[in-house]
């Protein structure tokens, strides 16, 4: 009798344990591959499945900065943990509710997916409709306005050494040295309300393009922060990352710490300042 009783428990207990796993993964995409895609790309139901059913409405640059390969660190770091229970057992995807305000009026909603490979790197990325895709589109910086009479004035350009600013591999505001936070009060106290100010993050080679784009971005943003607390206003400030698309030097050192010296004047934050006549 016991061991029957054992063994019932045994089966109710499995089976409790497979319906919690199907309840909770009943809309995994199908025939996901090693290398990160979907045979069948499936979107959970928002009022059915999802945690935070407000979603968020994101940071564009953020979203731009993602890319195939970045691991979920780091796309927890640029979009914050995903917006549906997506199961229990290293899910292979992750799910996000999105919306964005239209020119005209009014607010868009969207349904974002990333697939990840057997690595746990994101490598195909998916929208819900699929036109929602389109509000990633580069754009324009704008340019200053002036007066049409006036001459072109050119920007008072500040070039801040990563190195100096961040504690190593540091991109928050906790992470800036003592001496990184001296140089940008110095630099806020320059500035005036009417000034515009663009902030750009760059990075050395060392790592991935994605890595590199979303680190770049980071820094760019907490510099931003760190002017805004400064009393800079925030309306004023363009931020972008460029990652390690714009070198400063080149090197071919084959020792690493030689390698890190040499690259250090990639790794940098350059900040424009435009004034306004």
């Known amino acids: 009798m016991t061991t029957q009783f054992h063994r019932f428990s045994a089966i109710a207990a499995g089976a409790a344990a497979l319906l919690m796993l199907q309840g909770c993964s009943s809309y995994v995409s199908r025939g996901i591959t090693d290398d990160g895609k979907a045979t069948e790309v499936v979107f959970p139901n928002i009022d059915n499945?999802?945690?935070?059913?407000?979603?968020?409405?994101?940071?564009?640059?953020?979203?731009?900065?993602?890319?195939?390969?970045?691991?979920?660190?780091?796309?927890?770091?640029?979009?914050?943990?995903?917006?549906?229970?997506?199961?229990?057992?290293?899910?292979?995807?992750?799910?996000?509710?999105?919306?964005?305000?239209?020119?005209?009026?009014?607010?868009?909603?969207?349904?974002y997916k990333a697939i990840f490979d057997k690595d746990y790197k994101a490598q195909t990325f998916h929208w819900l409709p699929a036109g929602c895709g389109d509000v990633l589109a580069a754009r324009a910086v704008p340019a200053v306005e002036r007066p049409a009479a006036a001459s072109p004035v050119a920007p008072r350009r500040t070039t801040l050494g990563a190195d100096g600013l961040f504690r190593f591999d540091g991109r928050s505001l906790a992470d800036l040295l003592p001496e990184g936070r001296r140089?940008?009060?110095?630099?806020?106290?320059?500035?005036?309300?009417?000034?515009?100010?663009?902030?750009?993050?760059?990075?050395?080679?060392?790592?991935?393009?994605?890595?590199?784009?979303?680190?770049?971005?980071?820094?760019?943003?907490?510099?931003?922060?760190?002017?805004?607390q400064a009393g800079v206003p925030a309306q004023k400030i363009q931020v972008q990352g460029r990652g390690e698309s714009e070198p400063k030097v080149q090197c071919a050192q084959t020792g690493r710490a030689d390698l890190i010296d040499c690259l250090a004047p990639n790794r940098r934050v350059e900040i424009e300042v435009f004034a306004e006549r």
């Not at 999105?98 to 009014?106: E, L, M």
């Not at 820094?219 to 922060?225: F, G, L, P």
């Open 183 to 228: 140089k940008l009060d110095a630099l806020a106290g320059d500035i005036k309300a009417t000034d515009t100010v663009k902030v750009t993050g760059h990075t050395d080679r060392l790592g991935s393009q994605a890595y590199n784009n979303a680190l770049s971005l980071a820094r760019a943003n907490t510099v931003r922060d760190y002017l805004v």
């Open 49 to 111: 499945d999802a945690w935070l059913k407000e979603g968020t409405f994101p940071n564009l640059d953020n979203l731009r900065a993602v890319a195939p390969g970045v691991t979920k660190d780091q796309l927890y770091d640029l979009l914050g943990r995903p917006h549906f229970r997506e199961g229990i057992a290293s899910p292979r995807e992750w799910d996000y509710i999105f919306h964005f305000r239209k020119a005209g009026g009014g607010v868009t909603t969207c349904q």
